[in-house]
């Protein structure tokens, strides 16, 4: 697989990535073994999780079975300031910690989990104010005053390699990037065939200054790799009428060039000069190996022309 530059960090990361969210942390311990067995196996050389996922059973998962490949080898990114609490909701105000102490002491929790000496990326993560809501601005001040700091001193003693933020909101890493020096974005399901604003602004400034943006959720949470059938999912919920009815659109293009729309969806992003990796969450080996073929497949330029055409995809989006 295709090993790219990851930004001014010194890192390369895969094309294709691999995420240890609820689909990976839910399965079986061997399971969730075998699906990184086969990533790697793959090509696969870039992994992300998070204590968030399954309360830090994902980076036991992922500190077990990594633990027999060469350190050297793989990139690997968590993240900080968003984590479980017992009884609550995911975005309730007690679940979000972007202190300095916080922040230190979920660094060292993660490097216990994951059995490692060294973490390559750290996301501050989940920092908009869709979750976090009324306290947003609040919690913004102590991610740049606390968390912040805290990742540059570990950046600067060698614990990590690179600064991030992990977030579903362009607007969101815009405005990090200019009031801070951030290494790299993770951008989840804000660059695909349904959300294709950060065109207009997020993007091009990643390409101008060197920054490398992780396209995460290439598939909308469910909708872009099932299409519209009965209980698709679309960031969890069933798709408002107008995304199912675009997305419909799509699926007939799709099937007058014989492309499979999870295949169109799986590339799409990666066309863009300021994308080197496209992070995917998966359930089995075997659905891992379709999306590492999805991704190897070319698909002609004329289904991206008819894309274009019919006004489905911006006919700025880079494609070939």
């Keep these: 697989m295709e090993m790219v530059p990851f930004g001014h960090t010194g890192l390369k990361v895969s094309r294709l990535s691999v ?5 990976f942390f839910q399965n079986a311990p061997e399971i969730s073994s075998e699906i990184l067995k086969t990533s790697w196996n793959s090509g696969v050389r870039y992994f992300d999780t998070s204590p968030l996922y399954g309360d830090g059973l994902s980076e036991r998962r992922f500190g077990e079975t990594l633990a027999g ?7 690997l990114s968590t993240k900080v300031g968003h984590y479980v609490r017992d009884g609550k909701p995911p975005h309730d105000p007690s679940c979000y910690d972007y202190s300095a102490e916080g922040v230190r002491r979920s660094l060292e929790q993660s490097l216990e989990r994951l059995n490692l000496g060294r973490i390559d990326i750290v ?28 990742l540059r001193e570990w950046r600067k003693a060698g614990k990590i390699k ?22 790299c974005f993770l ?21 101008q200054h060197g920054i490398p943006v992780i396209a995460a959720a290439p598939f909308a949470m469910g909708l872009l790799a099932t299409g519209v059938v009965p209980g698709a999912s679309y960031f969890f919920k069933p798709p408002p009428p107008e995304i199912a009815a675009k997305t419909r659109q799509i699926e007939a ?9 999870a295949q169109a969806s799986l590339q799409f992003p990666l066309f863009h000069p300021a ?5 995917i969450g998966t359930g089995s080996p075997r659905e891992l190996e379709q999306d590492v073929a999805y ?3 070319p698909i002609a330029k004329e289904f991206w022309a008819e894309l274009k055409e019919k006004k489905l995809i911006p006919a700025e989006a880079p494609t070939p």
């Design 123 to 150: 996301f501050i993560h989940d920092l908009i104010e869709e979750f976090i809501g009324a306290d947003f601005e609040r919690r913004y001040e102590e991610a740049m005053t606390g968390a912040y700091p805290v």
């Design 187 to 207: 951008l989840a399901a804000d660059y695909t065939f349904l959300r294709t604003e950060s065109l207009k602004e997020f993007l091009p400034y990643c390409v």
């Design 19 to 23: 995420g240890g969210g609820a689909a």
């Design 275 to 279: 994308v080197v990796s496209v992070l």
């Design 162 to 183: 690179a600064i991030g933020a992990a977030v579903k909101d362009w607007r969101a890493c815009l405005r990090l990037a200019r009031d801070a020096e951030f290494d």
């Design 295 to 297: 991704l190897r497949r």
């Design 253 to 261: 293009v799709c099937a007058r060039h014989d492309v499979p729309l």
């Design 69 to 75: 490949m060469p350190r050297d080898e793989y990139v």
